[in-house]
């Protein structure tokens, strides 16, 4: 069946640095890409859909400039969360929808922890 | 308005009894594709079970059965035979129109399958 898979799945950085989370989907090419952040005991809230060849789309309240979202290839998006802060730490999780049905199969998340 | 409701934060059943999740949607989109996911501890987001608008018959996946009324805009999950492992939070989504379409997620319910 469909795979996504996600890189890192936990990464714990200082105040101020950049962190890079991958979403690739490992046996069928995806054109769409869906970025989410989790909080604990929480919904996913949807922050952008990332398209191959074009910008991403972002939600509402979602700064475009903090949260860098690149779609490389048609298997790659990358989510680069910029100057992260305490308060960006979040569990972020990537989808990808896969037809028949176009379910959103999702990556397995990132565990993001910002001292 | 939400776009999609969870009623119910959190559920106990008994091992082995069956057990519905509610869930209830607004939309006015003629188009749109019901979903199921099951998230247990470690974060993952599993797809159970997929209903279409302009499905005729109720979809099913082995224990897992989705009880679609229409005219009420609900699509409840029907969990069969509970085992311990069902125990997970439980999110039910909606994507209108298109197949990229982004989804909606509900508030989730907590499911405690009790031995």
């Known amino acids: 069946g469909a795979v996504v898979s996600q890189h890192p799945s936990r990464v714990i950085c200082k105040s101020g640095t950049s962190v890079k989370i991958e979403c690739r989907s490992l046996?069928?090419?995806?054109?769409?890409m869906f970025w989410y952040r989790q909080f604990p005991k929480q919904s996913l809230m949807l922050m952008a859909t990332?398209?191959?060849?074009?910008?991403?789309?972002?939600e509402q309240g979602v700064e475009k400039d903090k949260f860098l979202i690149n779609h490389a290839s048609l298997t790659l998006s990358t989510l680069t969360v910029t100057s992260a802060h305490p308060e960006d730490s979040s569990f972020y999780i990537c989808?990808?929808?896969?037809?028949?049905?176009?379910?959103?199969?999702f990556g397995p998340g990132t565990r993001l922890t910002v001292l | 308005a939400q776009k999609i409701t969870q009623t119910q934060p959190g559920m106990f059943v008994q091992e082995k009894e069956a057990v519905t999740l509610d869930c209830t949607y607004d939309?006015?989109?003629?188009?749109?594709?019901l979903f199921w996911y099951k998230q247990p501890s470690s974060g993952e987001m599993i797809f159970l079970i997929y209903?279409?608008?302009?499905?005729?018959q109720n979809a099913t996946e082995g224990r897992y059965s989705l009880n679609f009324q229409k005219a009420r805009k609900s699509a409840n999950l029907v969990i069969s035979a509970s085992q311990l492992g069902d125990s997970a939070m439980y999110f039910c989504?909606?994507?209108?129109?298109?197949?990229?379409?982004?989804?909606?997620f509900g508030s989730g319910t907590k499911l405690n399958v009790k031995p």
């Open positions: 989808s990808a929808p896969v037809p028949p049905y176009n379910e959103q199969f």
């Open positions: 046996d069928f090419q995806a054109t769409t």
């Open positions: 990332s398209n191959e060849g074009s910008k991403a789309t972002y």
């Open positions: 939309t006015s989109d003629p188009s749109y594709g």
């Open positions: 209903q279409g608008s302009y499905d005729q």
């Open positions: 989504a909606m994507r209108e129109g298109g197949n990229f379409n982004k989804f909606y």
